[in-house]
């Protein structure tokens, strides 16, 4: 019997195996700021901003949106909700790929992840407006590209 499996015996006697939940990490609901680019051979294919909706230190679940597809390696650029020092913004950068999709929104599963430090823009704006280079780019990027 799979650990993952249990057995439930009917009132006629017979008995079938459901599944049990398989995620052993636990998921925060978080709704932060998502810059998402697919990535396909190095190169962009796609990019979009949307929303998570639950974090976990294995996957995301994220509103991108629109539709898009499994099986795609996906970039994101997660504005942090804290300050490094109280002063620095942060983001998660998550390089993984979308497991599942259902409407508008899909699953992640991290294959890479690192916090950043991220720039303000001279503007003033508030939150983060650079993502250095990416984990899934070209080693030849500039370290401080406009996302």
Known sequence: ??????????????????????RSDRRYELALTVRWRLI???RIMDSGTGTTVDVSSGGLLLDTGR????????????????????VAPLQLVVAGRVVR????????RMIQH???????????????????????SSARTTPNRVF
């Open 1 to 22: 019997m799979n650990a993952l499996m249990t057995s439930v015996t009917s009132p006629t006697g017979s008995s079938r195996w459901i599944g049990l939940e398989r």
């Open 40 to 42: 396909r051979r190095r």
């Open 67 to 86: 539709e898009l597809e499994t099986g795609v390696m996906i970039e994101l650029s997660i504005a942090w909700p804290v300050l490094l020092h109280n």
């Open 101 to 108: 999709a259902q409407g508008r929104r899909i699953a992640v």
């Open 114 to 136: 690192e916090f950043r430090t991220a720039g303000v823009s001279l503007a003033g704006r508030s939150g983060p407006e650079l993502m250095p280079r990416s984990p899934l």
